[in-house]
């Protein structure tokens, strides 16, 4: 295949196939360091090339967009969230933004079980114990979790990661509940034998765990603001894996050192790592450090989403998953 003369500049080290493959096809430029690029950097880059492919520590904002060139025509994100770019400022300069959804999925379903298991049968505190050798041997009153079979998850955001996550905690026996911009259709909503809740007051207080998997946006910032969580039952827990923003982390940490809230499992965090100090010292919270969709497989399967929206977009076609403001 000839070299596209597209200029790529890749914002973030990536899988060493994946580079490898844009490097075949396009002139490619890498951020050696694997560190955030500079802002400085990133105008320099949004000035001078004609695909920019951002991560989600890149601020993709409207004054950096001003600042673009007139080649710039594609930003093909290496993620599925895309709440670091301004889609809509993008769209007003003709500039198209994909991402890649639907590969990240299953991974970040799986590890939004593990923290709800995490917290509701205290893996840390356990581990914890066998790494310091503190551990008495097997008593009967020691260790008790909560049990997640029969109860009630509500699902907030029933997309491809809250369906994915929906699926797994059925066959955990557990019973399945959502809230969602749009009801899913009737035989979606049938196979996975799950409750609508339209009104998000009434599901949340009466969950037993609330899984946050809508994307942040202006609409979802602090959908669980303090007066939500004020309606959480003292026994329920908070699973997050789709953006800290969604939830407000000051008044969400209030709760859970209040009791009002039993526990929270997070993987994202409302500051990126800026986390509320409180926070890390409750033993009812389980903290990740952004690691929902972290597989090998996952992140090599990113990279050829992108390459394929890239190579899409360079045969003069709508790269497949582009994003619209419309959409968020
Ligand atoms: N922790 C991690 O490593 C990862 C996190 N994510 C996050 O997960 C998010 C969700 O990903 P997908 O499920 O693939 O997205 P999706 O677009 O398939 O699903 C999102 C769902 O949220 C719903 N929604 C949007 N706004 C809403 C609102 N105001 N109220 C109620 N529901 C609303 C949509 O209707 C949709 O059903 C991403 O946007 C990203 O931020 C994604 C991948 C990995
Ligand atoms: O894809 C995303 O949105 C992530 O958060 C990381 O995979």
């Known amino acids: 295949m000839p070299k596209s003369r597209l200029s790529v500049v890749v914002t973030r080290r990536l899988p060493d ?124 009153m020691a260790n008790l979790g909560t049990r997640i079979g029969g109860k009630r998850l509500g699902i907030l955001g029933m997309g491809r990661i809250g369906q994915a996550v929906a699926r797994r905690a059925r066959a955990f026996g557990m019973q399945i509940h959502y809230h969602n911009r749009r009801r899913l259709r009737p035989d979606a909503e049938a196979a ?61 940490t209030r709760g859970l050192r209040a009791g009002e809230i039993a526990g929270a499992g997070l993987d994202v965090f409302e500051r990126g790592r800026q986390i509320n100090p409180r926070l890390r010292e409750l033993p009812n919270v389980v903290l990740l450090p952004h690691m929902g969709s972290a597989t090998r497989e996952g992140r090599a399967e990113m990279g050829e989403k992108v390459i394929i929206n890239i190579k899409t977009f360079a045969d003069g076609h709508r790269p497949p998953d582009l994003v619209l403001p419309s959409m968020l």
């Open 17 to 140: 196939a994946v580079e490898t493959r844009l490097s075949e096809l396009f002139d490619l430029r890498l951020n050696e360091t694997d560190s955030p690029m500079s802002r400085d950097a990133l105008v320099a880059a949004v000035r001078d090339c004609d695909v920019l492919v951002p991560t989600l520590t890149d601020n993709i904002e409207a004054g950096l967009l001003g600042q673009a060139g007139e080649r710039l025509k594609l930003i093909a994100n290496y993620g599925a969230g895309v709440d670091h770019i301004d889609v809509a400022t993008a769209r007003q300069r003709g500039i198209l933004v994909s991402n890649t959804p639907g590969v990240v999925t299953e991974d970040t379903a799986d590890m939004t079980m593990a923290l709800m298991l995490a917290v509701t049968r205290q893996i840390p505190a356990g581990l914890a114990q066998m790494q310091s050798g503190d551990w008495a041997g097997w008593q009967p």
């Open 192 to 252: 996975l034998e799950a409750t609508y809740w339209e009104s998000l007051d009434q599901m949340v207080a009466r969950m037993d765990v609330i899984s946050v998997n809508c994307p942040h946006t202006p609409a979802t910032f602090h959908l669980l603001n303090a007066r939500r969580l004020k309606l959480l039952k003292p026994s329920a827990i908070i699973v997050n894996t789709s953006r800290g923003e969604v939830v407000d982390e000051n008044a969400l």
